[in-house]
């Protein structure tokens, strides 16, 4: 086990668990009747129970969460001629690595979803919130840093296969 397994492994439960801790605070401050969507004049036009958006967004990340394990699991599983990655040809000796790797970067992808679905959420409580005084453009960098986080997420991996080697044992 590599120090990066490790420390994906790690981020992937602190980040379940802040997405507990996230969505239940948003749910304490979320009203009863959220607005989601508005018209030109700022009046609401859909309006949903914080119930419901509590229940879709924590079994969106249920399974998004298994989406990735199940990923990570069925990897090893694949015959070598099945995987297409840039750079992979010469792990194939080193199968066991790679499959280091690649369970390594579905952590971090289940961990990037949860800090997003959380970040999400309780950045809509905040707005909805009548005790806060937080309006939405201040959070307009978080659009861009998660994109930003999605796209090193999705280079990453052909970068890491084609960039460094397996380690001779």
């Known amino acids: 086990m590599t120090i990066a397994y490790f420390i994906s492994q790690i981020t ?11 969505i239940l ?28 958006i509590f229940y879709i ?14 990923m990570s699991r069925l990897f090893p599983k694949l015959p070598d001629g099945f995987i297409k990655l840039p750079g992979a040809v010469k792990w194939m000796f080193y199968r066991k690595q790679l499959n280091y790797i690649i369970t390594e970067w579905m952590n971090f992808g289940a961990t990037l979803t949860n800090v997003l679905l959380g970040a999400s959420v309780y950045i809509l409580a905040l707005i909805n919130d009548p005790q ?23 280079v990453y991996i052909p970068l890491r296969l084609l960039l460094t080697g397996p380690v001779k044992e």
């Open 12 to 22: 992937r439960y602190v980040s379940i668990l802040g997405f507990i801790v996230a």
């Open 25 to 52: 605070m948003a749910y304490q401050k979320l009203p009863t009747e959220v607005p989601l969507s508005f018209d030109p004049s700022k009046e609401a036009t859909e309006m949903y129970s914080k119930e419901l």
């Open 57 to 70: 967004t924590g079994g969106t990340m249920l399974v998004l969460n298994m989406l990735f394990l199940w």
């Open 132 to 154: 806060e005084t937080v309006q939405l453009p201040q959070f307009s960098w978080v659009t861009s840093a998660g994109t930003f986080l999605m796209i090193m997420w999705m």
